[in-house]
């Protein structure tokens, strides 16, 4: 039998989307779900579900929307997900359930995100929230940070009748889905409404408040059964070369922080100020620098240059933001690395010297490792630059937590049941394993939600 094609997904032209910050997937209807659904051939060992870290019963559900079962769909997905909508949309599907589905032999994978999406929104334009019977069992437990993490430890554990607290720095909950990814790609209705969830099941989310500066460590530990650290790798790395204090030059998370949880992207009506010049390089691959590059586009740059030193095809970005920032126009320049920025007598950044590289041999990742070509630097002019070179924990936080073992570069050591060195105390996310992604944090709170319950009734 002849493998049906992919359902397309329906998207803003690229001509318009650079100019506004909405949805670019605009989303499937009942009847393409339906379709892309059908394809899935229900296999008997269903090994996309082996790739889901938060382990969602995938067949099921796919099964259920081939039935417009859409309701009893969401409720399955919710089950393991507490966001299915965000990471629907936001998951790297290819290296997860779709990089395990058998039709991916075909190049034809169930597009299994944008069902997910599908069913999460139509829940979401009903409001379904299921019912669920919580059997309070007195014991406390306190979570740090409220991003994908700390969400879903918070919900797993709030499901088993604890009563919990989330002690988030920011004035609102999410982490990077609130602050580092953009609208166009995670809309902010879609956010709220997800996020909405914990208050709804009686989760006390206490904003503004910084673990380790206004809220004592100590004091959580002994006031709570159990402390579980999820704050993520928030603090930016630089390549601390000449000219980087220049005015003009960013940290992608200074930017995007600026353009999405202080809503520059909605200047003049939010007052948050944004320089955005008309020539703009971001410095790496990642997810990242495509948001970045991607809200530069839109902030109205003429010229927007990913400056990378591998070719984009070994780069971690994903392969859709990849395709989306090529369709947007986002220039890509493989094979360079930056040396040093320069600028005017006012101290603002004028351009970057690159130079240019080669493969030789393999890094500890296994990726081809890219050396530097003696006397092929080359300077590029750009009023404004954006490193976007990966992230670490935030050591200030690290600092104040005493007697907590962490590894050299900051991330914090766990066993196999995710608790600290310090008893009662567990951690996940990238706090962790460094920047990595939503699902694998989502994966880590639902691991440690049920350590901790077992660390309290041991
Ligand atoms: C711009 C960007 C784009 C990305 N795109 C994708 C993508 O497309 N797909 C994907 O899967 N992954 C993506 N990622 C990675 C993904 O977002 C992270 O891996 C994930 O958010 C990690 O979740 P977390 O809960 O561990 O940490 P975070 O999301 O960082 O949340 C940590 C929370 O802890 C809070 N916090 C920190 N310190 C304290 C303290 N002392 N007291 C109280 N609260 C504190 C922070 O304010 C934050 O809200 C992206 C990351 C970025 C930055």
């Not at 090529?326 to 690395?337: A, D, L, P, W, Y």
Request: hydrophobic letters at 40%; glycine letters at 10%.
């Amino acid at each position: 039998m002849a493998i049906q094609k992919r359902v397309p997904m329906r998207e803003q032209d690229p001509k318009i989307r650079i100019t506004n910050f909405l949805s670019v997937p605009l989303g499937y209807s009942a009847e393409e779900a339906i379709t892309e659904a059908k394809r899935c051939i229900q296999c008997k060992d269903p090994v996309c579900e082996t790739g889901c870290p938060v382990r969602m019963d995938i067949k099921d559900i796919i099964k259920l929307i081939t039935e417009e079962k859409y309701e009893e769909a969401f409720f399955l997905s919710k089950r393991d997900n507490a966001v299915p909508a965000m990471t629907g949309r936001v998951c790297p599907q290819e290296d997860q359930c779709e990089g395990k589905c058998v039709l991916l032999k075909t190049g034809q994978p169930i597009n299994i995100g944008k069902l997910f999406a599908f069913v999460a929104d139509w829940a979401r334009e009903k409001d379904l929230i299921e019912k669920i019977e919580l059997n309070e069992n007195g014991k406390k437990v306190a979570i740090i940070g409220a991003g994908p993490a700390g969400v879903t430890c918070a919900v797993d554990l709030r499901k088993l009748g604890y009563n919990v607290t989330i002690f988030e720095a920011l004035h609102m909950a999410g982490g990077v889905l609130q602050y580092g990814i953009p609208a166009f790609r995670l809309p902010r209705d879609v956010v709220d409404y997800e996020l909405s969830y914990l208050e709804k099941i009686g989760v006390d989310v206490q904003l503004n408040q910084i673990v380790g500066q206004n809220v004592d460590f100590e004091e959580l530990k002994k006031e709570y059964d159990s402390v579980y650290i999820a704050t993520g790798a928030g603090a930016p790395r630089f390549l601390n070369c000449e000219g980087e204090k220049l005015k003009g030059v960013y940290s992608a998370n200074e930017f995007l922080i600026r353009v999405n949880l202080m809503k520059a992207y909605k200047f003049p009506d939010w007052d948050t100020p944004i320089i955005c010049g008309n020539k703009v390089g971001v410095i790496g691959c990642g997810n990242v620098a495509m948001d970045a590059a991607r809200c530069a586009k839109r902030l109205g740059a003429k010229e927007v240059y990913i400056l990378y030193r591998r070719t984009k095809s070994c780069a971690p970005a994903r392969d859709e933001e990849i395709h989306h920032a090529e369709e947007e126009g986002i220039i890509f320049n493989e094979m360079i690395s930056p040396c040093r920025m320069f600028g005017n007598d006012d101290n603002w950044v004028t351009g970057i010297e690159m130079v240019k590289t080669e493969f030789k041999g393999t890094d500890k990742s296994g990726r081809p490792k890219p050396v530097n070509i003696e006397g092929s630097e080359f300077t590029m002019e750009m009023d404004t630059i954006i490193n976007a070179l990966g992230t670490s924990p935030n050591r200030l936080f690290l600092s104040n937590v005493q007697g907590l073992d962490t590894h050299s570069w900051g991330g914090i050591k766990v066993d196999e049941n995710f608790m600290t060195n310090i008893p009662g105390v567990f951690s996940g996310g990238d706090a962790l394993t460094g920047g990595s992604t939503v699902i694998e944090a989502m994966g880590h709170g639902r691991d440690a939600a049920v350590a901790i319950d077992n660390f309290i009734n041991r």
